[in-house]
């Protein structure tokens, strides 16, 4: 989801030159971090989920009261995981730019992103069981047109 390949034309000195440079080619690919904002709602008011810890917040009245202050717990770590998803992932895309910084260190943040996303999906799990909500098929990943 965060890497676009193939989309650059190059000449064959180009080639050459990213082959050696990228460890044995394979086209052309960016990495696009950002991509994960997108998915996490931070970009847009158009994204899913778009301020959906606010949501959870009002939902509150929905849950049975004995796990009320558990459904309360989870929303708030769901909060921070996803704060920390966009805030890793806003840091990755500047990773070349910053000094000392490669394509190393955007795949080192990503990898972090990673895991963040991953405890973020597990937490929006558990906030939906406390709905009695069926979780949504996964998204594929495909591109915005």
């Not at 509150?60 to 459904?71: C, G, H, I, R, S």
Request: proline residues 6%; aromatic residues 6%.
């Amino acid at each position: 989801v965060t890497q676009i390949c193939g989309k650059g034309i190059m000449s064959d000195t180009e080639r050459k030159q990213v082959v050696r440079t990228e460890g044995g080619g394979g086209g052309v690919c960016e990495k696009t971090p950002l991509r994960v904002q997108d998915y996490m709602g931070y970009k847009s008011t158009e994204d899913p989920l778009y301020r959906v810890d606010k949501l959870m917040v009002r939902a509150y009245p929905l849950v049975d009261p004995d796990q009320a202050e558990n459904y309360l717990e989870a929303v708030e770590q769901y909060r921070e995981k996803a704060d920390n998803t966009a805030m890793m992932a806003y840091t990755s895309s500047w990773g070349e730019a910053n000094p000392n910084g490669g394509k190393e260190v955007i795949d080192a943040y990503l990898e972090k992103t990673k895991i963040d996303v991953e405890e973020s999906a597990k937490l929006l799990r558990t906030i939906m069981g406390y709905l009695e909500l069926k979780p949504l098929p996964p998204l594929t990943g495909k591109q915005k047109q």
